[in-house]
Nanobody
């Protein structure tokens, strides 16, 4: 059974950086688009970034463009989210998610069928 496990969250000061990782088990990672989402208390889960199967196409929410970078290493079955210039409004639980094999990048959570347990990111002002 495929599983996603996030790591790398924590407490950081505004302006600081964090790198999140999401390790996937199973054999379908390299054939799947991956995404990062976040959910703050009382808010809906929102798209942050997505990356195509071979890493050649990336998509970002406007709120993180120029500050966050998504990447993947298919040899390690891992997707990353490098977050820089963090703001208090970036604080949330961050989730990685996997689309069914063969499909492209999508921004709505319903388009993803496998989720990790989430990792908390806290940004102090």
């Amino acid at each position: 059974q495929v599983q996603l496990v996030e790591s790398g969250g924590g407490l950081v000061q505004a302006g600081g950086s964090l790198r999140l990782s999401c390790a996937a088990s199973g054999r379908t990672f390299s054939s799947s688009t991956m995404g990062w989402f976040r959910q703050a208390p009382g808010k809906e889960r929102e798209f942050v970034a997505g990356i195509s199967r071979n890493g050649g196409l990336t998509t970002y929410a406007d709120s993180v463009k120029g500050r966050f970078a998504i990447s993947r290493d298919n040899a390690k079955n891992t997707v990353y989210l490098q977050m820089s210039s963090l703001k208090p409004e970036d604080a949330a639980v961050y989730y990685c998610a996997k689309r069914p094999s063969g499909l492209g990048v999508a921004v709505h959570p319903r388009e993803y069928n496998l989720w990790g347990q989430g990792t908390q990111v806290t940004v102090s002002s």
